[in-house]
């Protein structure tokens, strides 16, 4: 009542741009017919806080949290038809009952080392600019500048995953020019 004593004073116009603000702001609010439902915002759960529990999880949980030992036995026995997994070995309370005969234990063989790092930890400043030479020579695509910044971040890797041959010959070609290589 108030509003419109308010309005009637003022010119008409005024009260026309009144009434398209209040239906504008009404259409806006209201979801439209045409669109989908607008969705409540909900609020994000804290990180320190526990989040909330699907229900239908809760309530399986609880339902299995209430079963005796035999009930818990068929339950694993019908999941594990149902899912078909194997069966699991179960390891003894105690540990291993049993320590394996020395006769009956076989070594697994060893596994050969194909692939080799070769990698530059120190050298010798009075051969420096040799070994910037041999650097450029030895990595592909790499300029003086390069080879020498190269060199002066050491300990670096020169080249990964080559054999032993490359290796010991790469070695050889560093140790010449005054390197300390490790290969491994």
Known sequence: MIVSRVVARKSIYQFRRFHKCIVVCQTDTAPAATSRPVEPLTVPIPEGANKPVNPKLDKIANDITSLNLIEVMELSDLLKKRLNLPDAQVMPIGGFVGAPKSDEVEEAPKQVKSSFTVKL????????????????????????????????????????????????????????????????
């Open 121 to 184: 930890m120190k050298f010798d400043e009075k051969q420096k600019i040799a070994l910037i030479k041999e650097i450029k020579q030895l990595l592909p695509n790499t300029n003086l500048v390069q080879a020498k910044k190269f060199i002066e971040s050491v300990p670096v890797v020169i080249m990964a995953d080559i054999s032993q041959e490359e290796a010991n010959k790469l070695k050889e070609s560093i140790v010449k020019v005054g390197g300390e290589v490790e290969i491994s």
